[in-house]
């Protein structure tokens, strides 16, 4: 196991007793300091205590010997006998005592003091204890003492208690400081170790799962490649409808296949924080319309109404990971469109809050029961078992969807009630590309000088009418919407007319006005319908019509797309190299390119891809990565080495490859490989990928001189 | 700050003196001390104070060993201890009872070997150290 070094490991132990400290300290000091002070306290009460009683019984017993040397006289007393001072002295024993005054309480006339000679001189201050005496006649006797003993117990005090708290913090300090260290410090340096260690070990093993998931990706990616790519091939010859049925089934079960590995390799490279999201321009408003577009086929099978709309004052372009938003929204509108068993699907995209957009996916379904929503987004979970067998999936793609919603800075939240539907909204930040301008940019449906022309809208459906409506308000045009034609106020004579095909058409088709008609399915156009758009709408493809409508120039389009281009000669006139381990994958090539119109060399290694270059270069090459031996980042840097050394215009490169991560394109483009294709490599993405070449003009035929010598 | 607030005071308590107010409760306890001793001095037969249990009707001569310098007070009344030694040489309490009148001191009540009423006075918090 890799070891963290020393200094990591190494516990702060100062630190922590520092802090321990500057709280134990003061609070040891407290308490000690109020202990010690109580103590002391009660001494010096203690003190004061014993000098009072001392005063007072000497004073008291003094009183009473001159009482009784009164009582031995038959007259008034002569306190100028030495006898009277001599008793009087026998106080001045006691330290305290500064002087005793024997005095006649009729006028305050000093009858004795001692000591003789000096008397109470300069003690003034002292304390004074005034004691009658029951002689003849009666005096007062009063002892003059100060507090000095007091002061001095005091001070001793205040000495012993400083120096016991100073002797005190720094015996405590130091014992604290090695019990910390004993006591608290080893085992916290022990468990930090181990915890270090445990955490070593938990982070070998995320990264050896992540490798093994992404490893498994690819080896179960290659054969998907060859199931996959023969049952297309299957399905473009003769069947019967039995045979066609079953290869169908194929293509489903593949798609189904490889969606589930994709889920887990997303999940997994986010939990391994190796997920990285591009920041490329992409029209929200295309990524939406293609995902309603690909789910409309599931969507008509089921019976569901499947419409989509993005507000037309949100920029046309912004900023963000394309892919993995359409990804987010295959993800949950498929979950909607699969869960829903009657109703519609609606996916409507607008502004939130400040720089915000919610992206809004509302189904008719059944609806999630409220203490099973929170399992909705964990990973693995579904809803209850009765779904998993009904529907099937691994519970992956939502707990993947909010983990890249939050990735992405936003969030993704969910609104359900059981019965009514559900609906999950997508907030994420709105990053307008600078250069887009804000809002749907098309040119004005209405003509200037003009008033704005009216166009009925005839949807039963109020909520996909109003987002058919907004973008033709939006460009000027005057919406008249209803769900029948007993709707339309007879004094607004429209200029257009949009009929949702489940609208009846009454007496409208006998009418001038042109129609646009929006169906689910093929309509022929005729006299009366001018045009008819498939449902879901594309909102261009609306525009458009509409424009072409209202400026009269509106002929009868049919309702499929024209074939884009024949489905043989796709790749024509091109040498193409490819480049696989795999004999299944290399037959797949053959079979791909058979009618394709281009020349193709198949080659089982790298070795023998260079080799096969070497011999007559070619203007694509299809490189497979992961090959034993000679890789395909090798052979590529060694057909990049001919092509300088014989000056030969460089091929086009493509990585295909199963290994699908942001790192694997750019270790690709530093091998100089041109272009990434993943696997399973699909015929329809391959013949996309060439054209999309061949119009940019980055692949073309090479010149006579540089091609194979079999042709 | 909190620490720092206590500290300050505890400091202040501990350094500032106990000023006029102590001087005034030494000038009471050697008064009350002499007191005392007078009173003392004056109720001794032969050296000895004299009691009579009034139960049994026992005259019992307890000789002064030992004065306590604590002082209790209790409202207007001080009491103060000593130690007296009975023939058989057993020690027993002696409580007097002190209270001031026209600024002398004077014993309103003994009690000898009956230091019940005492301890119910202290537990109930009514008398409580001079200081």
Redesign the interface.
Known sequence: MAMTDGAALRTPTLGLYLKLTAVMVPTFLLFAASGLLWLSEKNLLRSEEAMAMRIGNATSRLGGALERFSDQGDGAVDWASPYVTDLMQTLLGDPAIRCVELVDPANRAVLAVVPEGLGCQGADTAVSLPYEVFSWPITELVTRFDEREIATVKRYQRDFLLLLLAGGILIAALANWLSFRVIVGRPLRRLITRLEEAREVAVIANDAKSDFLAKMSHEIRTPMNGIIGMADMLSETDLTPEQDSYVSTMVRSGDALLTIINDILDFSKIEAGKLTLASEPYRLREIVEDVTQLLAPLAARKGLMLYSDVAPDLPEIMLGDAGRLRQILVNIAGNAVKFTLEGHVALRASAGGPGQIVIRVHDSGVGIPSDQQDKVFTAFEQVDNTATRSFGGTGLGLAVSRQLVTLMGGTLTLHSREGEGTRFDITLPLIPQESGGRGLRATPLAQPGLDAPVIWLLDPCADRRAGIAAPLTHLGARVIAGGSVADMPAAAKPALILRDDRVADGDLTEGATPQILLSDRAVAPSDAIRSVLRKPLRHALLIEAARAALNGHLTARPSEPAPARRAEDWAEGLHILGVNDNATNRLLLERYFARSGAQLRLAASGAEAVALYGAAPADLVLMDVSMPGMDGYQATGLIRTQEAAQDLPPAHVVAVTANVLEQHRQEAHLAGMDGFLGKPLRKADLIAYIARLRESGDLMPRPAAHRPAAE | MT?LA??AL?AL???S??GAQ??S???V??????????SL?RSMMDGALPHLDLTTGQLTKFYPTE?H???LKMEAVYVMCATLLGPDGKEVPVDYYITQSGG?YGVIRTEIDNRTPLKALMDAGRAT?L?
């Open positions: 620490r206590l500290f505890l308590s501990l350094f003196g106990t102590a001087q409760l030494t000038e306890r050697t008064q009350l001390q002499a007191a005392l001793q007078r001095s004065n310098e604590i002082i002398r150290r200081e």
